[in-house]
Nanobody
C-alpha cells in the first residue's frame, strides 16, 4: 500500500504562483511514476503532469506546458508541482497519484493510489 498526502493549495490571483507538495509513504519503491491530475467543478478529472520515479522523465498536459514544473525528491519521498502564471481556468482540486505501470501513462485509470486532493483557486 502507498499513502499520498497533498498540501500547498490555496487562493491566488491570476498570474501568481503556488507550489503543491505530495508526501508519499508505504511501499513507494514499487511505484514507477507519480502524476498530478485535477478536477474542476462539473468537469472530468484530467491529467496535468507526471514524472518517472527512476530517471525523472516528465510529461505535461498542453494546457500547462511552460507554466508548471513537476519534480521529485526520492530520498524524501516527495513530489512537487510548481505552478506559475496561474490562470482562472487552473482552478480545480489537484490530486497526486502513483502508478506501478511499466509504460509512461497519463491515464488516470492506470494510477493505483491517490491522495485526497488539495483545492487551488485562481481569482481573476
Amino acid at each position: 500500500q502507498v499513502q499520498l498526502v497533498e498540501s500547498g493549495g490555496g487562493l491566488v490571483q491570476a498570474g501568481g504562483s503556488l507550489r503543491l507538495s505530495c508526501a508519499a509513504s508505504g511501499r513507494t519503491s514499487s511505484m514507477t511514476g507519480m502524476g498530478w491530475f485535477r478536477q474542476a467543478p462539473g468537469k472530468e478529472r484530467e491529467f496535468v503532469a507526471r514524472i518517472s520515479r527512476a530517471v525523472g522523465v516528465t510529461n505535461y498536459a498542453d494546457s500547462v506546458k511552460g507554466r508548471f514544473t513537476v519534480s521529485r525528491d526520492n530520498a524524501k519521498n516527495m513530489v512537487y508541482l510548481q505552478m506559475n502564471s496561474l490562470k482562472p481556468e487552473d482552478t480545480a482540486v489537484y490530486y497526486c497519484a502513483a502508478t506501478k505501470a511499466i509504460r509512461i501513462t497519463t491515464l488516470d485509470k492506470d494510477y493505483d493510489y491517490w491522495g485526497q486532493g488539495t483545492q487551488v483557486t485562481v481569482s481573476s
